[in-house]
């Protein structure tokens, strides 16, 4: 197997007598679409928290590309190629579409200490991130206020924003939270769109998109992985029916 | 056929051109000033136009980060006090060459906003506020106590800078003049920072820290920039307001000073830049006026304030748009 993108090693973290992440190791194969499910309060939020920097573990190591990266802050880390979105819609709302976008560009390129030259005028800029609003089909809201946007579509601004970061790995936190059946689909679709560039871990309650989507299935129960393996593997296995997936899986 | 209600859009900082018109007006105006100064006695207009922009430099500079930053400083009077007293104390031991005191007056500024902005951005929200007012009092005690310098009386500045033996500020209109280019300059040093690349990052910031955070920005880094710009500034406006009042003293760093100066932003119009400067000249005539016809002024002045803040939401630039929108509707 070739050496993974992301391995977590032993993770531990407790808010106080709360232990949330328990001794938890996973690791997420190159190119790979890896999904993690689980009941509500199994620490799936806490766990992207945790490989994004905003949350820092009590104990054990994330290792991302080969390089120990426990330690580093979230800036850090996304500048190293970490990308994510968020469960709640983390956008800029008082920046156009297109702005949104064009800051994430422009965090890869660097010289952001540029005080001079009109930022909104830079083609360098724009012409990525229109690219990037045009792949998830906001090329005609670009210049649409991002609060003005409608749930769905700030759902797809977050993913233009991933993509124009070019990251090494994208971290999604329940994508599809709070959209409408259309819209999950045309997620789904955009996904699979984008599945194979770059590996992606996908954190997701709906079971449809994530049987669609997923290369692989981890299954998180009380911080820690009860199985993990191939969307067959996981659906046939006992222990997953009994605990989690139950009546879904008939 | 029913026209569609008009979407409240309030332009982004971010992509907010400040406008050319009203700017244009302002700086045509504050231009044009002396020419009316003779109508008044002893260059009173002068006088107080100077006084006007002066402070307005340093409202501009606060705006640059509460407006563009979210970070409220409480304590800004501080550096208007450090060029000030830069300018003072070397006057004091005979320096009077303006190309000591104005880089000693900006780089004492920087460095206590980086000493400084080093520990309070590290606070948000409230907390920002109260550390950077803790910040400006101790300076403010500090210059209290510093009895060569007169201490709590001040310094009285015998002779204004000169620049290569020039006496550059000796004459009022001349003074004026290059007061106005400072704000001038000032003005646009900061539009132009808005609308560049870290202008976009700071205010990022101030609309979502988390998400710039994992877009990649060290949004800190960016903030204590910001604030080291706004402090040199401040620190600027207060190398001017020595050499216009022959003068310096405590009492320009006071904490209500701070609180002047923030008054000054919200009454013009948060995050405008030129919003700043209106409100400068708001403040400074109406204290002017409402203090000439009566001791307790500020009994009038506070409900006032609270009005354009409760009704002009936006400041008077906010209230004037309004206005106009009303009028196009």
């Not at chain 1, 609060?147 to 993509?163: C, P, T, Y």
């Not at chain 2, 539009?191 to 998400?211: D, H, M, Q």
């Not at chain 2, 402090?231 to 207060?238: E, K, N, Q, S, T």
């Not at chain 2, 209106?278 to 304030?305: D, H, K, M, N």
């Amino acid at each position: 197997m070739p050496e993974p993108v992301l391995r977590l090693e032993h993770l531990r973290k407790s808010f106080g007598g709360l232990l949330v992440i328990d001794d938890l190791s996973l690791e997420v194969a190159p190119g790979e679409l890896h999904a993690i499910i689980g009941p509500n309060g199994a620490g799936k939020t806490t766990l992207i928290n945790q490989i994004s920097g905003l949350i820092s573990p009590d104990a054990g190591r994330v290792v991302f590309g080969g390089r120990d990266i426990t330690a580093l802050p979230a800036h850090a880390r996304a500048a190293a190629g970490l990308a994510r979105s968020f469960q709640v819609t983390s956008i800029l709302p008082g920046f156009s579409a297109l702005e949104n976008v064009a800051l994430a560009v422009q965090a890869r390129s660097g010289s952001s200490l540029r005080m001079f030259g009109r930022a909104a005028e830079e083609e360098e800029l724009n012409a990525p991130a229109l690219a990037a609003l045009g792949e998830v089909g906001l090329g005609p809201r670009a210049d649409l206020p991002a609060a003005q946007l409608s749930h769905g579509e700030k759902r797809a601004l977050e993913l233009a924003i991933a993509l124009a970061m070019a990251p090494k790995l994208l971290l999604l936190d329940e994508p599809m939270a709070g959209t409408g059946r259309e819209e999950t689909a045309r997620l789904v679709e955009l996904l699979r769109g984008i599945k194979g560039r770059f590996p992606m871990v996908l954190v997701e309650h709906d079971m449809t998109a994530v049987f669609a989507l997923a290369d692989r299935i981890s299954v998180l129960i009380y911080g820690r992985v009860l199985a993990s393996g191939t969307p067959q593997e996981v659906r046939a296995d006992p222990k997953v029916a009994a605990a989690y997936l139950g009546d879904e899986m008939e | 056929m029913a026209k569609a209600a008009p979407i409240e859009t309030r332009a982004a900082p971010a992509v907010a051109h400040a406008g050319v018109a009203v700017p244009g007006l302002i700086f045509g105006v504050l231009a044009a000033l002396p020419a009316a100064a003779v109508l008044a006695p002893e260059n009173y207009l002068l006088a107080l136009g100077t006084r006007i922009m002066t402070f307005a430099i340093a409202a501009v500079a606060l705006d640059l980060i509460v407006g563009y930053g979210a970070l409220v400083s409480f304590g800004h009077a501080a550096f208007i006090g450090l060029g000030a007293y830069a300018v003072g104390i070397l006057a004091a031991h005979g320096i009077g060459e303006l190309l000591i005191s104005l880089p000693s007056a900006l780089v004492a500024s920087v460095l206590f906003a980086l000493a400084t902005g080093a520990v309070s951005l590290r606070t948000r929200g409230v907390y920002f506020i109260m550390i950077t007012l803790a910040f400006g009092q101790m300076i403010f005690f500090t210059a209290s106590s510093l009895a060569p310098y007169g201490g709590d009386d001040g310094l009285t500045i015998a002779s204004r800078n000169i620049l290569l033996g020039l006496p550059i500020f000796k004459d009022p209109r001349v003074l004026y003049y290059l007061v106005f280019a400072a704000l001038a300059g000032t003005f646009f040093l900061c539009r132009a920072i808005v609308g560049s690349r870290f202008g976009r990052v700071l205010c990022g910031a101030k609309e979502n820290p988390t998400r710039m955070a994992t877009l990649g920005f060290e949004v800190y880094r960016f903030q204590l920039v910001a604030y080291a710009i706004s402090g040199a500034l401040c620190g600027l406006a207060g190398f001017l307001l020595a050499n216009a009042n022959d003068f310096v003293s405590p009492a320009y760093m006071s904490w209500q000073r701070s609180g002047e100066l923030i008054i000054m932003v919200l009454l013009g119009g948060i995050g405008t830049l030129y919003g700043a400067i209106i409100g400068a000249a708001a403040y400074l005539l109406i204290a002017e006026f409402l203090s000439q016809w009566t001791e307790y002024w500020q009994v009038i002045f506070g409900p006032f304030l609270v009005l354009v803040v409760l009704f002009g939401r936006g400041g008077l630039v906010g209230l004037f748009s309004q206005i106009a929108r009303k009028r196009h509707a």
